[in-house]
C-alpha cells in the first residue's frame, strides 16, 4: 500500500492553496469573469479546471457515435461545439492576437476530433476525446488570464498526471513530474491544469472518470502538501439532503473526512467519490465553495468530528440487490467465502451485505458481469436478482450510538425496506429501497430527521 503522507515538499510548492472550478464555475463567459475575481488576490495557488459544462458529456456522446459507426451524428455535434466556443472565445477574448491564437488552439482540437469520426473506435480513441474539453477550458482561461493583466502559466497535466495499473494515481511519478513541470514554467501567481485527464500505465492519454477534476485537485494538494483544497461549484456546499428530490435541505457546515467519504461515495454528487482519499492523511482541509456566491459559507472537511446525530442523507441509483439462499449455509463455515470468491473473480465490489442463517443479500453497482456472477453463485445457491434498487445513505459522526437515531426507524412505516446495514461502520447507516420508493424516503427521512416532526 503507498503512502500519501510525504515528508519533502520544495519550498517553492508548499502552502498553496489547489482551488478547483467546476463545468458550470467555467461554463460562461460570466462565470469565468467570477473565477478571474475569485483566484486573483495576489497570492500564489494551483488552478485545476473541469471542461465548460456540458462539454464532456457531448464529447462522451460523439465517441459513441464513432463506436457505432455514425460519422454524420458526430459530426453534427463538433460543429455545433465549434461554433459555441468561437462564440465564448469572441466574447472572452476582446485581443485580437489572443483572439486568434486561442482559435487556432481550438481549431486544432476540432480538426482532431472530425478526424476521429472517421477512425476505427478504441478505448484510447475515445480516452482522447474525453481529454479534449479540459485541454480548451485551461487554454481559454490561461489565456483570458494573461489578456487581463494577470500573470498566469499552464501546467500540462499529460506531462504529470498519471495512473498505474491499478488506476490509482502513481504517486511517486506524480510528484517527481510535477515538480520539473512547475519549475519549468514562468514564474506565475496563478498555474492552471486541466483536471480529469491523466495518463495511463503504459503512457496512453486516460482519465481519473467522470467528475475526476476534485480527485485532481486534491492528489495536487497531497504532492505538494497545500495549505487547503477548495473545490467551488455551483451550489454552496454539501447539503444536508439531496436538493433535487427535497426542498428543505441546507448546506452543512463541517464535515469529517470519514463523514465526506461516505457521502460522496453513496451518491452526493456534488463530489468525486475518491476526492478526501489523498489528503485526509496529511490533514488537509477541503473546502467546498460556491462561485456563485462566494460569501457563503459552504462546506467545511477536515478531520475534526462532531457528534450531533445524522447529518447528512445521500442517495445511490441503479445499484442491484442480490439474494443468496442455500440450504448449506446453516451452521457451515466458509460459505461467505465463497461467495465472495465470484465477486473477486469479477472485479466487482459490493457495497451493503446482510446475512441471515440461511442467505446473504448483497448489493453490486456495477452490473456488468452480472449474468456471469449469478450463474456462477448457482452452482451452490438459489439466487434473486432485484434490479432498479437505490442506497440510502445516512451519514453522521457516532450516529449508530446517537440518542436521537431512533427517529429513522420511524421510515418502517412509510416504505418497504430491502436492506437496512447498521454499524458497519459507526458513521453510516444504509438503507436499500425500491427506486420508486426514492422521493417518499428521502422526503419522509427529511421530515422525521431534520424538520424536527413530532413522533
Ligand atoms: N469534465 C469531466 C466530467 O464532466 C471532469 C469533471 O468535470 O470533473 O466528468
Ligand atoms: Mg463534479
Known amino acids: 500500500m503507498y503512502s500519501w503522507s510525504y515528508t519533502f515538499v520544495p519550498n517553492n510548492l508548499r502552502n498553496m492553496k489547489v482551488l478547483k472550478f467546476g463545468g458550470t464555475s467555467v461554463g460562461s463567459v460570466k462565470n469565468m469573469e467570477n473565477v478571474k475575481n475569485i483566484i486573483n488576490d495576489g497570492s500564489k495557488k494551483i488552478v485545476v479546471l473541469s471542461a465548460m459544462s456540458g462539454t464532456t458529456n457531448t464529447l462522451v456522446a460523439i465517441a459513441k457515435n464513432v463506436l457505432e459507426k455514425e460519422p454524420n451524428e458526430a459530426v453534427d455535434k463538433i460543429n455545433k461545439l465549434h461554433e459555441h466556443y468561437f462564440v465564448t472565445i469572441d466574447e472572452l477574448l476582446k485581443d485580437v492576437e489572443l483572439n486568434v491564437k486561442t482559435k487556432a488552439y481550438a481549431s486544432e482540437i476540432f480538426n482532431f476530433l472530425l478526424n476521429s469520426t472517421y477512425k ?26 494573461n489578456q487581463e493583466g494577470i500573470s498566469a502559466a499552464l501546467l ?3 506531462d504529470f498526471m498519471r495512473i498505474n495499473s491499478a488506476k490509482d494515481p502513481d504517486l511517486f511519478y506524480i510528484k517527481e513530474k510535477f ?7 514562468p514564474e506565475a501567481n496563478i498555474y492552471i491544469t486541466q483536471g480529469f ?11 481519473l472518470q467522470r467528475g475526476g477534476s476534485d480527485y485532481t485537485a486534491t492528489i495536487i494538494g497531497a504532492v505538494i502538501k497545500a495549505e487547503e483544497v477548495q473545490i467551488w461549484t455551483d451550489i454552496d456546499g454539501m447539503h444536508n439532503n439531496d436538493p433535487r428530490y427535497v426542498e428543505k435541505t441546507h448546506p452543512i457546515s463541517n464535515l469529517s473526512f470519514d463523514e465526506a467519504a461516505e457521502l460522496a461515495y453513496f451518491g452526493a454528487k456534488i463530489l468525486h467519490p475518491q476526492t478526501v482519499l489523498p489528503v485526509r492523511e496529511d490533514g488537509i482541509p477541503v473546502r467546498l465553495k460556491n462561485t456563485m456566491a462566494p460569501e457563503a459559507l459552504g462546506t467545511l472537511i477536515s478531520a475534526e468530528t462532531s457528534e450531533n446525530g445524522i447529518k447528512a442523507i445521500a442517495a445511490k441509483d441503479n445499484i442491484t440487490a442480490i439474494k443468496i439462499k442455500s440450504g448449506r449455509m446453516l451452521q457451515a463455515h466458509g460459505f461467505l467465502k465463497k461467495v465472495f470468491e465470484v465477486f473477486e473473480t469479477y472485479e466487482t465490489s459490493i457495497d451493503m451485505i446482510t446475512t441471515s442463517e440461511v442467505a446473504v443479500s448483497l448489493t453490486i453497482d456495477d452490473d456488468r458481469n452480472l449474468d456471469k456472477i449469478v450463474s456462477d453463485l448457482e452452482e451452490f445457491a ?5 434490479k432498479s434498487q437505490t442506497i440510502i445513505c445516512l451519514v453522521g459522526h457516532s450516529i449508530v450510538n446517537h440518542e436521537s437515531t431512533f427517529k429513522l426507524f420511524k421510515i418502517l412505516q412509510d416504505v418497504k425496506i430491502r436492506m437496512i446495514s447498521y454499524g458497519g461502520s459507526r458513521n453510516n447507516i444504509s438503507l436499500l429501497i425500491n427506486s420508486n420508493d426514492k422521493l417518499t424516503t428521502l422526503n419522509k427521512l427529511n421530515d422525521y430527521l431534520f424538520e424536527l416532526v413530532t413522533l
Not at 133 to 142: C, I, R, V
Not at 197 to 207: F, Q, R, T, Y
Open 179 to 185: 515538480k520539473t513541470v512547475i519549475d519549468a514554467a
Open 197 to 207: 485527464i491523466c495518463l495511463d500505465e503504459k503512457g496512453a492519454v486516460s482519465n
Open 156 to 158: 500540462p497535466a499529460l
Open 120 to 145: 476505427d473506435y478504441s478505448q484510447e480513441l475515445e480516452n482522447k476525446i474525453l481529454a479534449q474539453g479540459e485541454l480548451l477550458s485551461t487554454f481559454m482561461f490561461n489565456t483570458y488570464l
Open 382 to 386: 438459489t439466487i434473486e436478482v432485484d
